[in-house]
């Protein structure tokens, strides 16, 4: 069974503070990576994407990708109380036709 | 631009009645995926449809079946509901090409009692 695993937190930060969010994968063929934010009560929505090894920055979130160590992570920079949600990482099947989320990793940003 | 639509909203059942789920999306895509979430267990991938007419099974596909009615459409029926089934359920689509994201409809509370 492929694993994408998250801790679950809470992951607590005060504002202006980055939040590191982590991934892991079992599947070492996974070419795609994606991060997803969801609000309570709402749909996971995308944040950030990243396919391959570095870093990927888009404002103040910077996706980082080592596919070596299967590992993803998300850093958010200058974190604000909206920030405040669960955060899904997602991978991609080698074939690209089914995303594989994990248990989320809800953080809470206090002001 | 509605992307993906899900009807119900919300539903309640009886244990042994049967529902179907409707999920359509006007975004020409490909891919289109049944998903259920369960409080501290993420989202599970239920059955998935890479193309119209083929379908696949998830990591928790059993007491489910699915319908890839056309390239729109996607359904997840219900045969005979249990108190296990209560969750809620998203659909979603995608390119297909693995390097695009997916996109989520609202959900789908449903409670089986």
């Keep these: 069974q492929k694993e994408v695993e998250q801790n679950s937190g809470p992951l607590s930060v005060p504002e202006g503070a980055i939040a590191s969010l982590n991934c892991t994968y079992s599947d070492r063929g996974s070419q795609s990576f994606f991060w997803y934010r969801q609000y309570s009560g709402k749909s996971p929505e995308l944040i950030m994407f990243i396919y391959s090894n570095g870093d990927k920055e888009d404002g103040r979130f910077t996706a980082q990708l080592n596919k070596a160590s299967q590992y993803v992570s998300l850093l958010i920079r200058d974190s604000q109380p909206s920030d405040s949600a669960t955060y899904l990482c997602a991978v991609a099947n080698q074939a690209g036709t089914a995303l594989i989320f994990g248990k989320g990793t809800t953080l809470s940003v206090s002001s | ?113």
């Design chain 2, 1 to 113: 631009n509605a992307g993906v639509t899900q009807t119900p909203k919300f539903q309640v059942l009886k244990t042994g009645q049967s529902m179907t789920l409707q999920c359509a999306q006007d975004m020409n895509h490909n891919s289109m995926y049944w998903y259920r979430q369960d409080p501290g267990m993420g989202l599970r991938l239920i059955y998935y449809s890479a193309s119209e007419g083929t379908t696949d099974k998830g990591e928790v596909p059993n007491g489910y079946n699915v319908s890839r009615l056309n390239k729109r459409e996607f359904s997840l029926r219900l045969e005979s509901a249990a108190p296990s089934q209560t969750s809620v359920y998203f659909c979603a689509s995608s390119d297909g090409r693995g390097e695009t994201e997916a996109f989520f409809g609202q959900g789908t509370r449903l409670t089986v009692v």
